[in-house]
């Protein structure tokens, strides 16, 4: 079974530049989460998708990142414009949204995207 | 809103050692607690999911331990190796065992 897709893994940009990132789930997984982990710090969750529809995106400073879920599939997270405080790891992981044997989501994770604002 | 912080930040350790990663949630209503495996410059590894009515789960050399009367969990490694070196982060799931919280993590370095 492929895993979670992300790209590019590494990424450097100025600030007040844009960027976008992408993420492919593991076919079938209906659930999809976006979270930015700053070094040293655990993950924090940005945007929670449920097929095409957001389900939770009150962590999400709005007023630079955008995210979009069109078809139910893949995603994309954007920055525009990015500061240097969004310095982080982005990761993406997706789950099947439901529980299987009242117990796993399948929850999984991608390698993650690695930006830096200089 | 929930918190969850972990003790110590970082670990050494000699290989062959038990050793023991602790972690501490502020809001005691959760699904499932799990632990994962981050290796540097990698995603999250799930190791371990303890569900709300658990005490612990094994698997393997590592045994989890959930009191969520007292908001703690314990990741119990036994004869520990150098593969074991990574940070490991634990998280509180609500709502039915989605929308995660994670703990800072706990940086793991076992010398050989």
């Known amino acids: 079974e492929a895993g979670v897709a992300q790209s590019p893994r590494y990424k450097i940009i100025e600030k007040r530049q844009s960027v976008a990132f992408w993420c492919n789930p593991i076919s079938g997984h209906a659930t999809l989460y976006w979270y930015q982990q700053i070094l040293g710090q655990g993950p924090k969750l940005l945007i929670q998708f449920q097929n095409n529809g957001v389900v939770d995106d009150s962590q999400l400073p709005k007023d630079r990142f955008s995210a979009e879920r069109l078809k139910g599939v893949d995603s994309t997270l954007k920055i525009q414009p990015a500061k240097l405080e969004d310095s982080a790891v982005y990761l993406c992981?997706?789950?099947?949204?439901?529980?299987?044997?009242?117990?796993?989501?399948?929850?999984?994770f991608g390698s993650g995207t690695r930006l830096t604002v200089v | 809103k929930q918190e969850v912080t972990q003790i110590p930040a970082a670990l050494s350790v000699p290989e062959g050692e038990n050793l023991v990663l602790n972690c501490s949630f502020t809001d005691s209503a959760i699904y499932n607690l799990q632990w994962f495996r981050q290796d540097p410059g990698k995603g999250l590894t799930s190791l371990l999911l303890?569900?709300?009515?658990?005490r612990e789960q094994t698997s393997g050399r590592l045994n989890a331990s959930l009191d969520k009367s007292s908001g703690r969990s314990t990741l119990y490694i036994a004869a520990s190796q150098p593969g074991d070196s990574a940070t490991y982060l634990c998280?509180?799931?609500?709502?039915?065992?989605?929308?995660?919280?994670f703990g800072p993590g706990t940086r793991l370095s076992v010398l050989p």
């Open positions: 992981a997706s789950s099947l949204g439901r529980p299987v044997s009242g117990l796993d989501y399948g929850y999984t």
């Open positions: 303890i569900q709300s009515s658990q």
């Open positions: 998280a509180c799931a609500g709502n039915y065992g989605q929308n995660f919280v």
